[in-house]
């Protein structure tokens, strides 16, 4: 389901009990804070544009009031958030409701906007390779809360975070899962995440750094919040449309 008002927008999507699509690790943390274990789930994707945030707190709050405060949340750094710690954050910010620890300093916002992309690679994309590669393009290697790379060239940055070998990204939708072997060959399939700045020249040299990628192995993207998928050639496509920025989801 897709709620909209004015540019602000956000997908929800239901999971059964049968369903739930959680890894092993997740059940003892929810149970924890539920007191029991989960027998439902929601996912929310907030959109980029402005008042985004705002509606899905509204639609967290709207879900309080339907169901008795009966759920916790996971926020945008996978902890695990219950209601009463998601009220002291909208009553302490005027944004961030969906992170912790949530640093509102212009410099902090302005580190904040940037453009998440799931780069999805075959078997021989192994992450050690993916580091290696950094490494012959000069990349700073500094492994820490925010990246396991960075990229920099006048204002523009790419922070690159890897994955362990096979891993997926989150949330990755099971008709793509299966269909990775006919788009990129035999598992395993390996990931990282490339995080664009919100700078003038950060997309151009996103798509340096992805043509450099994508003269070693075959590549696709996944952009969010709607996990819609491209090949190299459909971003080509849209830088050479005049998109400037053609790393952000258009839906």
């Not at 789930?41 to 544009?49: E, F, G, L, N």
């Not at 509204?58 to 996971?74: Q, T």
């Not at 961030?96 to 021989?124: C, I, K, M, N, Y």
Request: proline share 9%; net charge negative; glycine share 6%.
């Amino acid at each position: 389901m897709r709620i909209t008002r004015g540019r602000a927008w956000i997908l929800v999507h239901g999971r059964p009990p049968d369903r739930l699509e959680l890894s092993s690790g997740w059940i003892p943390r929810y149970t924890e804070a539920l007191g029991a274990p989960p027998r439902g789930r929601v996912i929310v994707h907030v959109a980029r544009a402005k008042g985004s945030e705002w509606l899905a707190a509204e639609f967290v709050l709207a879900a309080e009031e339907k169901w008795g405060g009966r759920f916790v949340l996971d926020d945008f750094a996978e902890e695990v958030v219950t209601l009463e710690e998601f009220h002291a954050r909208l009553a302490e910010r005027r944004s961030g409701f969906f992170w912790p620890g949530h640093d509102a300093s212009p410099r902090a916002l302005r580190e904040a906007r940037a453009t998440p992309v799931e780069v999805l690679l075959p078997a021989q994309g192994h992450p050690r390779a993916v580091e290696r590669f950094l490494m012959s393009l000069g990349a700073a290697m500094h492994p820490d809360a925010d990246a396991d790379a960075s990229l920099a060239r006048g204002n523009a940055r790419l922070w690159v975070r890897l994955r362990e070998p096979g891993v997926p990204p989150p949330y990755l939708p099971a008709d793509l899962v299966r269909r990775l072997p006919a788009l990129l060959g035999a598992p395993p399939h390996h990931s990282c995440t490339l995080h664009v700045f919100d700078t003038e020249d950060s997309p151009r040299l996103a798509l340096e750094f992805l043509e450099a990628l994508a003269a070693k192995w075959t590549l696709l993207l996944v952009l969010e919040p709607d996990f819609r998928v491209l090949t190299m050639d459909d971003v080509r496509a849209k830088a050479q449309d005049g998109s400037a920025d053609p790393f952000r989801s258009d839906g």
